[in-house]
């Protein structure tokens, strides 16, 4: 039987897999899903998709149920942010090429489902996928991945995406090419987001396929080479579920500094003679709060939101459980109530800057995360301010 050049034929324990290369923006792909499940009638059918992508696809309410709240409460601001830019990334390439992303991971479920054959999910949860690949980065790295999610997708020559774009990059050459060039850029990224993935959905499509004769699998093409070569690789998912502790170096600063601050202050309390207590708390309060404050009305909080940044962020800045972003983004949460629909529209409103800035979702996360920048900054103002006191 011939089949398209997506297909990967693979053989292992007796069981045939036949592993389809998909671009999640592509009509092509999804054309070629449909007739592969038909020509081949496989005994099951695995998708590279956890049960909340399954359930976005299904039922289209990916962020209906989403809990403001909690998320600025656990201060996970910033990892959503990046959720949602790496939504609005694939959503602004499909809307040009007229294709919803994972439009042939969803017709390989209808198609599956149609046939009464039985569909297996195979891909690790995108939340732990998510915060292994958002606890690789530091700061700089992460501020740097949001601002060119949000900035705009366009290729190297800035040409807009096109459909010979994306079956171009399906080639293997292509493939090795960018996967090569991503690991040199940000292997921080390609570890959890790419390599660790291919291991996780080759060991679950092994497991899916035991038993039975053949398997259709259907991932993104990138993933191909990868799952290859890890076929009939013992594969440890347990690991690859956990997430990964804080390192050393990280918790100590984050401990040490405020520390060190702290003993400062009392150092120059009792020890200089020209300054007085007040001048050090002041040299320690006065920038945190104005940086955390400033930020906070810059980036469009109400007057109960700058209130709160003035009063914790100078507690925040030398406590390392608590976080002027957390207290100032539940106010602003309260004051704002995202609603159903809010939610709802977060996918297409985060696509433009002014959709970004007009949601409440967005907007407070935005909120929160400035208060917390500015905190940071007030307080390395105020080190100084209290350095050169002593």
């Given at each position: 039987?011939?089949?398209p050049?997506?297909v990967?034929t693979?053989?292992?324990?007796?069981?045939?897999?036949?592993?389809v290369?998909?671009a999640h923006?592509?009509?092509?792909?999804?054309?070629?899903v449909?007739?592969?499940?038909?020509?081949?009638?496989?005994?099951?059918?695995?998708v590279?998709?956890?049960?909340?992508?399954?359930d976005?696809?299904?039922k289209d309410?990916?962020f209906?149920?989403?809990?403001?709240?909690?998320?600025?409460?656990?201060?996970?601001?910033?990892?959503?942010?990046?959720?949602?830019a790496?939504?609005s990334?694939?959503?602004?390439?499909?809307?040009s090429?007229?294709?919803?992303?994972?439009?042939?991971?969803?017709?390989?479920?209808?198609?599956?489902?149609?046939?009464?054959?039985?569909?297996?999910?195979?891909?690790?949860?995108?939340?732990?996928?998510?915060?292994r690949?958002?606890?690789?980065l530091?700061?700089?790295?992460?501020s740097?991945?949001?601002?060119s999610?949000l900035?705009g997708?366009?290729?190297?020559?800035?040409?807009?995406?096109t459909?010979?774009?994306?079956?171009?990059?399906?080639?293997?050459?292509?493939l090795?090419?960018?996967?090569?060039?991503?690991?040199?850029?940000?292997?921080?990224v390609?570890g959890p987001?790419?390599?660790?993935?291919?291991?996780?959905?080759?060991?679950?499509m092994?497991?899916?396929?035991?038993?039975?004769?053949?398997?259709?699998?259907?991932v993104?093409?990138?993933?191909?080479?990868?799952m290859?070569a890890?076929?009939?690789?013992?594969?440890?998912?347990?690991?690859?579920d956990?997430?990964?502790?804080?390192?050393?170096?990280?918790?100590?600063?984050?401990?040490?500094?405020?520390?060190?601050f702290?003993?400062?202050?009392?150092y120059?309390?009792?020890?200089?003679?020209?300054?007085?207590?007040a001048?050090?708390?002041?040299?320690?309060?006065?920038p945190?709060?104005?940086?955390a404050?400033?930020?906070?009305?810059l980036?469009?909080?109400?007057?109960?939101s700058?209130?709160?940044?003035?009063?914790?962020?100078?507690?925040?800045?030398i406590h390392?459980?608590?976080?002027?972003?957390?207290?100032v983004?539940?106010?602003?949460?309260?004051r704002?109530?995202?609603?159903?629909?809010?939610?709802?529209?977060l996918?297409?409103?985060?696509?433009?800057?002014?959709?970004?800035?007009?949601?409440?979702?967005?907007?407070?996360?935005l909120?929160?995360?400035?208060s917390?920048?500015?905190t940071?900054?007030?307080?390395?103002?105020?080190?100084g301010?209290?350095?050169?006191?002593?």
């Amino acid at each position: 039987m011939e089949l398209p050049n997506s297909v990967t034929t693979l053989e292992h324990d007796g069981t045939t897999y036949f592993v389809v290369g998909t671009a999640h923006v592509s009509q092509r792909s999804v054309e070629e899903v449909r007739g592969v499940i038909e020509q081949i009638q496989p005994d099951v059918v695995c998708v590279e998709l956890d049960q909340a992508r399954h359930d976005a696809l299904t039922k289209d309410s990916a962020f209906r149920d989403l809990d403001v709240f909690k998320v600025v409460r656990e201060g996970k601001t910033l990892y959503l942010l990046a959720h949602l830019a790496l939504s609005s990334y694939q959503r602004k390439i499909g809307a040009s090429l007229g294709v919803k992303p994972g439009a042939e991971l969803l017709a390989a479920v209808n198609c599956a489902k149609d046939r009464s054959i039985p569909v297996e999910l195979i891909d690790r949860d995108i939340n732990i996928t998510l915060k292994r690949t958002w606890a690789n980065l530091g700061l700089w790295k992460r501020s740097m991945l949001l601002s060119s999610l949000l900035v705009g997708w366009e290729d190297e020559k800035g040409e807009a995406v096109t459909e010979k774009t994306v079956e171009d990059l399906k080639e293997s050459k292509a493939l090795s090419e960018m996967l090569t060039e991503l690991g040199k850029a940000v292997p921080e990224v390609k570890g959890p987001l790419v390599d660790e993935r291919d291991q996780y959905l080759a060991s679950k499509m092994i497991d899916a396929g035991r038993g039975k004769k053949k398997v259709v699998a259907v991932v993104g093409a990138a993933h191909v080479p990868g799952m290859t070569a890890n076929i009939g690789t013992p594969v440890d998912r347990t690991q690859l579920d956990k997430l990964p502790p804080p390192s050393l170096i990280w918790t100590i600063l984050k401990w040490g500094i405020p520390a060190l601050f702290v003993a400062a202050l009392i150092y120059g309390w009792q020890w200089s003679g020209s300054t007085s207590l007040a001048q050090m708390m002041l040299a320690w309060i006065l920038p945190t709060s104005i940086g955390a404050g400033g930020m906070t009305l810059l980036a469009g909080g109400s007057i109960l939101s700058v209130i709160s940044a003035l009063v914790v962020a100078p507690i925040a800045a030398i406590h390392p459980l608590l976080g002027t972003g957390m207290v100032v983004g539940v106010v602003e949460a309260w004051r704002r109530k995202p609603s159903v629909s809010d939610c709802e529209r977060l996918p297409d409103d985060v696509q433009s800057l002014k959709g970004f800035w007009r949601n409440p979702v967005t907007r407070i996360l935005l909120i929160a995360v400035a208060s917390g920048i500015g905190t940071a900054v007030g307080f390395w103002v105020g080190v100084g301010w209290v350095a050169s006191l002593l």
